[in-house]
């Protein structure tokens, strides 16, 4: 089982940008795919990006393309999340997971969430 803590979030103007951060605890981290979704007030949790477990393949929500970077260090159990170029509309609660290993962007596919970190762009 893997326990995922997020960080790196804070209050940016917009086409600034931020470094999130997921640290996991487990001896099995290597082994899972992770993803970044993210959850605006009153809106659904929402895919953002996803890496597989090698680290040889990411996916992006087409919102996000070209302006994120998913990238992971199995060797210090981490998985980040670069944020460039803001936008307000990427204002939300930033979760990272684990698993999804059989829809790589699916919320549902995913077994393990962290608690968020909170990711707001003023205009």
């Known amino acids: 089982q893997v326990q995922l803590v997020e960080s790196g979030g804070g209050l940016v103007q917009a086409g600034g940008s931020l470094r999130l951060s997921c640290a996991a605890s487990g001896r099995t981290f290597s082994n899972y795919h992770m993803g970044w979704f993210r959850q605006a007030p009153g809106k659904e949790r929402a895919f953002v990006a996803a890496?597989?477990?090698?680290?040889?393949?990411?996916y992006y929500a087409d919102s996000v393309k070209g302006r994120f970077t998913i990238s992971r260090d199995n060797t210090k159990n981490t998985v980040y999340l670069q944020l460039s170029g803001l936008k307000p509309e990427d204002t939300a609660v930033y979760y990272c997971?684990?698993?999804?290993?059989?829809?790589?962007?699916?919320?549902?596919?995913?077994?393990?969430w962290g608690q968020g970190t909170q990711v707001t762009v003023s205009s």
């Open positions: 997971a684990a698993d999804g290993r059989y829809n790589i962007r699916a919320t549902g596919d995913y077994a393990y």
């Open positions: 890496i597989t477990w090698r680290g040889d393949s990411t």
